[in-house]
């Protein structure tokens, strides 16, 4: 019995031993897995796509999991552009220095890929939504979220920012009511099968 304790002690050291070189050394203790990048969808920078926002959450999601270094995350974004969002990627030459940091990389791909239209124009969209034909209660309900989220403004301020987020969410609560109870305009609920 002692003898077996202490041969399992003996591995628990240099397993301990191996590690310790591992971190010392700047080599990652996890193996990186690019694998992952199949879960980040392309990103077209149109209107039907995901937000930039969504794309770069994904993004990040998947490079914590996969520990992707900047550059990894640098790249398999590039990769993921396609359409629109890869000209105006290929347009603007600030975003191909290779000593960009990731951050500022994804700052800057924010503000190229940002919605210039209003608060004003997304409550116009918002108020006059109509459910799709082939669109179901929940995506419905979904788009019009996504359209009242984009009507909030930012701002510093927490307190502020949450009442600006709670009044968004009593406009949408507002708006979809009324869109379920107008004339001419049903929202069809389906029964589950």
């Keep these: ?9 003996e591995n628990l050291q240099a397993e301990i031993s191996n590690l310790r070189a591992q971190i010392s050394s700047g080599r990652p203790t996890a193996p990186k897995d690019l694998s ?5 969808p392309k990103w077209l920078g149109r209107k039907k796509a995901v937000s930039v926002k969504e794309f770069f959450e994904s ?5 914590i999991i996969g520990n992707w270094s900047q550059f990894d995350k640098i790249q398999i974004t590039v990769l993921k552009l396609t359409e629109v969002a890869k000209a105006l990627y290929n347009s603007n030459p600030e975003l191909h220095s290779t000593s960009t940091s990731w951050e500022n990389f994804k700052v800057k791909c924010l503000h190229i890929f940002r919605d210039i239209r209003s608060d004003q124009y997304h409550f116009r969209q918002l108020q006059t939504a109509k459910q799709q034909k082939d669109e179901n209660p929940r995506d419905f309900l979904d788009r019009c979220r ?3 989220m984009k009507t909030v403004p930012k701002f510093e301020e927490t307190l502020l920012q949450k009442f600006h987020y709670d009044q968004a ?4 609560l507002s708006t979809f009511i009324y869109i379920a109870g107008s004339p001419g305009q049903q929202v069809r609920f389906q029964m589950p099968a």
Excluded at 59 to 63: D, G, V, Y
Excluded at 169 to 172: D, E, M, P, S, V
């Design 169 to 172: 969410q009593r406009i949408l």
């Design 36 to 40: 992952l990048s199949s879960l980040i």
């Design 146 to 148: 996504s359209l009242a």
């Design 59 to 63: 993004l990040e999601s998947s490079a």
């Design 1 to 9: 019995m002692a003898e077996s304790l202490g041969k399992f002690l």
